[in-house]
DNA sequence: TCATGGTGCAA
DNA sequence: TATTGCACCATGA
């Protein structure tokens, strides 16, 4: 069995007490008067098993608020624990940190003890095939020993014993591990204060087993006893029962048991030594290099000798030396003796380039080519306000350039100018990490970026969309290697925060250039990925030309009408201050309103409005939209509340929020798309939104009309797909009869009304037609009767039977639901018609909760997905022909299914069409597309 | 100041 | 116990 998978599991807690207890008579102080003690002590253990056993899987449990369970069952459960004392309180933040820098996981469960987690995960790992270990002093454990379940148990004064069951038998004179439970519920246990059978201790603990087996039988067989133990135990077998509850250590807390988490991966050996510097563990820091760093790294003493390597920026001021770039700067990936991919960082070169001799020089350079990687330094996030500070330039691993700009922005655009002939090229490929922001900053100084474009947040973004993207994440993922971060040279936001104009222009060239290396490097990760997940295509056809697309209409922006929002400003004030009047009326206190506590206070408790409110997650009473409309008729209070709401919301949200948004270089919106952020593959909007502006209420609907064209030459264009998820879904499922109504242009919800309830299509009642409306968007989601029946006012069994109506209906639909779940459960990911993937880890998960929502991702990511990939051709082409005809009409805005366009009015007529073919023509499909157009002076006219 | 929960807007 | 997002407000560490 030597080659069985061990994990190790530390109850964070009882080391932590235990090491601060072991330190008890010559505690350890630092300078700073920092009793270190209780984290030393842990670090000491976790090196040690480390060390010793050289895991390959680990973690480390840790308690967060106590058993809820057991307080609940016996509220002086441990009540008389002495308080945490200061030395272990100040412990765990740094604990965690050393965790976090030593990369590794810690377990953490609201309402659970460490004990039912380790207990838990051990249980799991064992059906996994792994041989637990359970780091812990405390005797407790013993109880879940098993033929693959240990206690690794330091020993007062070094060592460790593995407790399996025959230690476990001998120590606690029981036949079985899990009789420890009936002894601890006998014997009881003062430090939490688990009471026991009075007058049983230890010795008769033991007794009492070996002769009855277990707690219960004991009870059974009392007459057996005699004296005061007969009566004692007679009249607390209450008591002892509730004790055994409490010393049952829970196997059923909600955590996972995923291997890859748990395996042991390499430290971050230079942020892990930073904190152990800060604290002064000298021994320890030894002692950790001595476990981590490759031979080969301690022997050869570099500056820090950790194979994650920072080196002061190589002649960053020479500017004379640019091309005299010593041979040895390289970055190599080396497989250590210690089994741990590392990136060893050398002897990098990054140069400073601030002279016109070596700017030109390096333009030279960059000419020669094929493709180049760059990332540019700003003062601010908004592209399009920002400044230019400087621009990394990378080609080679480990070897880069840093342009610096001065802050006189004439003096900034001669520099830039120089190298128009390398942003202008049309050969050389720009490699960067979102270009998008790129792209818009250097178009602030009219600097065109051309050539082919590999955007390494995009590229990770197709071959992982449910992953992050940011660099740094990336670079440790890929590279093993962790950037300086961004906030180590300015800090974290806020007003203290430095503008990169300060940073020390040496310390500017390290941080651009490392990432615009790193970026350099992650291509050529990225580009192997892409082909192994067979997305390729999709991202040179699909989602690099669309960058372009959207920088166009980014940088376009939007106008808008502000002295119309001024005035829906003030009229909403007015209905406000009228309904929180009546509201505080009625309540008979004033309180506020849009806090979600207070409102559930005053309805539920104050004024009692209903039996038994219903709560959220966190026990507060829900006032959301959805329980209170019920109540609406019966409570003026109610109603007046959601209307309350309504107002605020578009008051705070749209109305005085969106004029904030104005450029005020532009006079207009220039909302961000986001085009690696949804899981699906569309595009989000955010600063501000514009994919979430108000439609169906009257009232909403009105902050549509503050959307208006560029100019009186101009008109407000909006083209929108009709049905195009339902068109999609009835594609891929070949259902014939949603097709036929669709190649008939049939209002497809009142065609499925017919269908469902059998009447002829001209008699489909309103309701009949909204009900078969939210069936239809239903099954793109995934509904259950469950849900249905709450959208509607269908009944539970109504709405089984409805769901039941469409299936018979439209069967092939229902065999595509099932073909898309097969497809996941076999390959792990579903796909799009452009084969944009989606990777469902939770689809064979045994948790049905969490299956069933991967379940219906594999049946809504294909649709949705598909529906973002059409849109993104359509945009991509119609881009295309409008740059090539030189319209002055622009795209604006993309909200999912809807494009919309600045036209202007000579042109009108021409791009008409042009858009209709353009959209109905990005993707064959069985079923036709269809668009609907409109015109307006506003985006509410052009609906 | 920041993270989180509750709520609500869109497709 | 319906998919994907973003943003606002209140709250408490």
């Not at 058993?67 to 008389?80: C, D, G, I, L, Q």
């Not at 700017?359 to 960059?366: E, G, V």
């Not at 503050?706 to 009186?712: G, L, M, T, Y």
């Not at 991702?857 to 598909?866: D, F, H, L, M, R």
């Amino acid at each position: 069995m030597a080659d069985q998978k061990r994990l190790f599991l530390l109850d964070a807690y009882a080391l932590i007490f235990r090491g601060y207890y072991a330190f008890i008579k010559n505690p350890r102080i630092n300078s700073k008067g920092m009793d270190t003690s209780a984290i030393l002590g842990f670090t000491n253990s976790l090196l040690d098993v480390i060390k010793r056993e050289r895991p390959d899987h680990l973690a480390v449990c840790f308690d967060k608020g106590g058993s809820v369970a057991r307080t609940e069952a016996f509220p002086e459960y441990k009540a008389n624990r002495q308080e945490t004392p200061e030395a272990i309180r100040i412990a765990v933040p740094y604990i965690e940190k050393i965790l976090q820098a030593m990369n590794i996981p810690a377990v953490v469960k609201a309402g659970y003890e460490a004990d039912d987690i380790i207990g838990t995960l051990a249980k799991k790992a064992e059906k996994e095939g792994y041989k637990t270990f359970m780091v812990t002093p405390d005797k407790d454990f013993a109880q879940l020993v098993s033929e693959n379940i240990f206690m690794y148990r330091p020993r007062f004064g070094g060592g460790y014993e593995t407790w399996g069951i025959p230690e476990v038998q001998e120590k606690f004179g029981v036949e079985r591990p899990e009789q420890v439970i009936d002894f601890l519920g006998m014997m009881g246990d003062s430090v939490d204060n688990i009471p026991g059978l009075p007058g049983v201790g230890e010795k008769t603990a033991k007794k009492f087993l070996a002769a009855y087996g277990s707690m219960e039988n004991l009870f059974k067989n009392t007459h057996e006893l005699k004296g005061k133990m007969k009566e004692k135990v007679e009249a607390s077998q209450e008591l002892g029962l509730l004790s055994k509850d409490l010393a049952t250590i829970m196997l059923d807390v909600p955590v996972e048991f995923h291997q890859e988490d748990f395996e042991m991966c390499m430290p971050d050996i230079h942020a892990t030594k930073e904190i152990f510097n800060e604290l002064e563990f000298r021994r320890l820091t030894d002692n950790f290099e001595k476990t981590f760093a490759p031979p080969e790294e301690s022997t050869q003493k570099t500056e820090t000798s950790a194979p994650v390597v920072k080196k002061p920026v190589a002649k960053s001021d020479g500017q004379f030396d640019l091309f005299a770039a010593p041979g040895t700067g390289n970055v190599t990936e080396e497989e250590s003796s210690s089994g741990f991919k590392t990136i060893t960082n050398t002897n990098h070169f990054y140069q400073h380039v601030n002279t016109p001799l070596s700017r030109a020089l390096l333009l030279k350079k960059l000419l020669q080519q094929p493709s180049v990687c760059f990332d540019t330094e700003t003062t601010g996030l908004k592209a399009l306000e920002v400044e230019l500070i400087g621009i990394a330039f990378s080609w080679e691993a480990g070897k880069g350039y840093y342009v610096s700009f001065p802050e006189d922005q004439g003096e900034t655009r001669t520099i830039l100018e120089a190298f128009r002939p390398f942003f202008e090229s049309e050969t050389i490929e720009k490699i960067g990490h979102n270009l998008k922001y790129d792209i818009k900053v250097l178009s602030n100084y009219d600097m065109p970026v051309k050539g082919k474009l590999f955007d390494t947040m995009i590229a990770h973004y197709l071959i992982n969309p449910d992953m992050r993207h940011n660099m740094d994440i990336l670079s440790e993922t890929y590279l093993n290697y962790q950037p300086v971060s961004i906030t180590e040279l300015i800090g974290k936001k806020g007003k203290n925060q430095l503008s990169m104009r300060v940073v020390p222009v040496k310390d500017q060239t390290e941080y651009a250039v490392e990432d615009s290396d790193i970026t350099l490097q992650l291509k050529e990760h990225f580009t192997k990925e892409l082909d192994s997940g067979n997305v390729t295509k999709l991202f040179n056809d699909v989602e690099l030309p669309l960058v372009s697309v959207l920088t166009a209409m980014e940088i376009e922006g939007i106008n808008l009408n502000t002295d119309f929002l001024k005035e829906l400003s003030v009229a909403l004030s007015d209905d406000i201050a009228r309904l929180e009047k009546n509201i505080f009326e009625q309540a008979g206190e004033e309180f506020n309103i849009a806090s979600p506590k207070q409102l559930g206070i005053v309805l539920f408790e104050n004024m009692k409005l209903v039996e038994k409110p219903k709560k959220t997650k966190t026990g507060q009473y829900s006032t959301a939209e959805d329980v209170l409309s019920y109540l609406a008729k019966d409570h003026q209070i109610i109603a007046d509340i959601l209307e309350y709401r309504q107002y605020k919301k578009l008051q705070s949200t749209y109305v005085d929020a969106l004029p904030n948004e104005i450029n005020p270089k532009t006079g207009r919106v220039h909302t961000v798309y986001a085009q690696a952020v949804a899981a699906t593959g569309r595009l989000s909007s955010n600063n501000p939104n514009l994919q979430n502006i108000p439609i169906r209420t009257e009232r909403g609907r009105q902050v549509r009309k503050a959307f208006i064209p560029r100019d009186e030459n101009h008109v407000l264009l909006a083209a929108d797909y009709s049905q195009i998820e339902l068109r999609i879904i009835a594609a891929l499922s070949e259902e014939e009869t949603m097709i036929e109504a669709f190649k008939n242009g049939e209002d497809i919800h009142a065609s499925t009304a017919a269908k469902v309830f059998n009447v002829p299509l001209e008699e489909v009642t309103r309701e009949q037609r909204s009900n078969a409306k939210t069936v239809n968007f239903g099954i793109i989601y995934g509904v259950s009767a469950f849900g249905l029946s709450n959208q509607t006012d269908l009944s539970r069994k109504e709405a089984k039977a409805l769901i039941d109506t469409y299936y018979e209906t439209y069967p092939k639909l229902r065999a595509y639901m099932a073909e898309q779940v097969d497809f996941a459960r076999d390959h792990g990911y579903v796909e799009t018609v452009l084969q944009r993937r989606r990777y469902l880890k939770d689809i064979n998960s045994r948790n049905a909760i969490v299956r069933g929502a991967a379940e219906r991702n594999s049946v809504n990511a294909p649709i949705q997905g598909s529906a973002a990939d059409i849109i993104k051709l359509a945009m991509i082409n119609i881009h295309n022909r409008f740059e090539k005809e030189n319209f002055k009409s622009k795209m604006l805005l993309q909200v999912h299914d809807e494009l919309v366009f600045d036209a202007h009015k000579d042109e009108l007529e021409t791009i008409k069409p042009i858009i209709k073919e353009e959209m109905e023509n990005a993707y064959k499909m069985a079923v036709p597309l269809d668009v609907e157009m409109g015109i307006g002076e506003n985006w509410l006219e052009a609906h």
